[in-house]
């Protein structure tokens, strides 16, 4: 069923509560693709019942980002859930998550705020105030739905990061569950963005996978300085491609690293067409 108050959906979380039934949430600004349907799969197999969110947050842009433009295909949307076997799509209006003459600002409106050493880095550097509104609407969606497991993509690794550290600090009883990228058969990960580029575009996006690739193989053989890796990534680069960063960070602590081992994530970020893109590999495995 489609849903777009928070009592609504509220009134139906309490009768599954009385029932005992397991709730899982699968939070999503809509735009749904394969990458999206794989998390709800899992929520679907693991919990008796499961809510999807359908929310382009507005406090997780930043001035001069896609907020207009981003896409929006609730009818879509609403079908791939549906055929997925989803309970609940839930699908809110700003109005309806922020109050009636909201003012975005955390002069006005509480925010969560996730420690500082987490988001000072790699996405959060170029993107100030990105975390705090992604935190402050998954906190917003858990005191709603109530869930029991929550299901993430790894892709988004930074935020995943940033929420599991949120819901251990906070006590939030609800278990968090990783899921792995999923990507096109080029290697492109999917993404809701990936819709901005052309033909063209999408093939010079390659470029991301086949660097995390070619990082993790040379690992592999033994190299584990973080300089001489990187170095070995420049080389996939052209003039269609506008490097944000290339990082190795530790897996829960987002540490940098200078010598890369088992815990370590490769993190990259790059604009294709002026769309930017992201991307990760876990050295381990």
Known sequence: MLLHTIAEVREQIKEWKKEGLTIGLVPTMGALHNGHKSLID???AKCDRTVVSVFVNPIQFCPGEDLDKYPRTLDTDEKLCSDAGVDIVFAPS????YGE??????????????????TDKLCGKSRVGHFDGVCTVVNKLFNIVQPDFAFFGKKDMQ????????????NIPVEIIPCPIVREDSGLALSSRNKYLSENGKKEALVLSRILLNIKSCYNK????????SETSYSFLNENHSLEYLEFRDKDTLEEKSIADDDTIVFIALRVENVRLIDNIELKG
């Open 42 to 44: 899992k929520s679907v």
């Open 94 to 97: 700003p109005n309806e998550m």
């Open 101 to 118: 003459g909201h003012i975005l600002s955390n002069d006005f409106l509480t925010y969560v705020i996730p420690p500082f050493f987490y």
């Open 159 to 170: 935020q995943l990061i940033i929420l599991k550290k949120m819901v251990k600090d906070l």
């Open 222 to 229: 033994g190299i584990t300085d973080v300089k001489a890796l």
